[in-house]
């Protein structure tokens, strides 16, 4: 299957500083990616919409300025959780939808961040 | 409100047994149909997706979908402790993000 990869798999941070996630596509182009903020058994939750060459599409409750999210090319988009606090620790995961006759979306390996 | 609901479980079956695990949307415009498993602590990874009303097999795994009825289920046939993990349900509306489940606890008992 397709390939998701995302950097880094867990981030320990000081409260107040900023976190970059990076999710890239290895084998395919993405135009639009997600990513999504699963806290300990929940289910995942999505957050933004990520398109490429134009803003992001946050979700109702998401801080657009504190999640800021930029996807420069086809097959880049990071996240940033400026000013990061205990209550953003969380995993976080990216994904990107393949595009043709059978959709379908494969997921980073996911980002563990704890904010102290 | 778009939602994908699924039994928390934990679903418990033997070793070799055939594990049901069922979810119910409630979009209509959902078009295509996903299961994921996912692991503490690790990411989902995609399982099966069907798109038409019947069964997909695939291996050990049987997808199935009743969109007039809004429901998707997910066999799994002799079961093995290493499928013992987190199921998660997804719908999605064509070109839209995936909506999720919360998933359904299986644990496979040797």
């Known amino acids: 299957g397709a390939v998701v990869s995302q950097h880094p798999s867990w981030v320990i941070c000081k409260s107040g500083t900023s976190v970059k996630i990076e999710c890239r596509s290895l084998?395919?182009?993405?135009?639009?990616m997600f990513w999504y903020r699963q806290f300990p058994k929940q289910s995942l939750m999505l957050m933004a919409t990520s398109n490429e060459g134009s803003k992001a599409t946050y979700e109702q409750g998401v801080e657009k300025d504190k999640f800021l999210i930029n996807h420069a090319s086809l097959t880049l988009s990071t996240l940033t959780v400026t000013s990061a606090h205990p209550e953003d620790s969380s995993f976080y995961i990216c994904s990107a939808r393949t595009q043709g006759e059978s959709e379908k979306l494969f997921f980073g390996s996911g980002t563990q961040l704890s904010v102290l | 409100q778009k939602e994908v609901e699924q039994n928390s479980g934990p679903l418990s079956v033997p070793e070799g047994a055939i594990a049901s695990l069922n979810c119910t949307y409630s979009d209509r415009g959902s078009q295509s149909f996903f299961w994921y498993r996912q692991y503490s602590g690790k990411s989902p990874e995609l399982i099966m997706f069907i798109y038409s009303n019947g069964d997909k097999e695939d291996g050990r795994f049987t997808a199935q979908l009743n969109k007039a009825s809004q429901y998707v289920s997910l066999l799994i046939r002799d079961s093995q402790p290493s499928d013992s993990a987190t199921y998660l349900c997804a719908a999605s509306n064509s070109g839209y993000a995936l909506n999720f489940g919360k998933g359904t606890s299986l644990l496979v008992t040797p």
């Open positions: 084998d395919f182009q993405a135009t639009t």
